[in-house]
Nanobody, 115 residues
Framework: QVQLVESGGGLVQPGGSLRLSCAASISSFNFYAMGWYRQAPGKQRELVAVVTSGNSTTYADLVKGRFTISRDNAKNIVYLQMNSLKPEDTAVYYC?????????WGQGTQVTVSS
């Protein structure tokens, strides 16, 4: 059974940093595009960042220069390093994995940026 398990969320002050991790129990993990999405209260889920199987990355404009996505294919983990956090980054962050017609989501981890 495929599982994506996020960790690393929490409460942080504005300007602070967090690193999210997503451990994936996916065979052939290296073939998957992996990404992070987020959903704030009352808003739609939105893309934050994606890393392809070829290690190309894409970021939402709102997080460019502050967030970095990376993957470790040996450990089946994808990371999201978040720096210079702002209150508007507060949301539930979801891990996503996709390959061909297969797609999987994690259960989400809460990130709250507040003083």
């Amino acid at each position: 059974q495929v599982q994506l398990v996020e960790s690393g969320g929490g409460l942080v002050q504005p300007g602070g940093s967090l690193r999210l991790s997503c451990a994936a129990s996916i065979s052939s993990f290296n073939f998957y595009a992996m990404g992070w999405y987020r959903q704030a209260p009352g808003k739609q889920r939105e893309l934050v960042a994606v890393v392809t199987s070829g290690n190309s990355t894409t970021y939402a404009d709102l997080v460019k220069g502050r967030f970095t996505i990376s993957r470790d294919n040996a450990k089946n983990i994808v990371y999201l390093q978040m720096n210079s956090l702002k209150p508007e980054d507060t949301a539930v962050y979801y891990c996503y994995g996709g390959f061909s017609i297969r797609s999987y989501w994690g259960q989400g981890t809460q990130v709250t940026v507040s003083s």
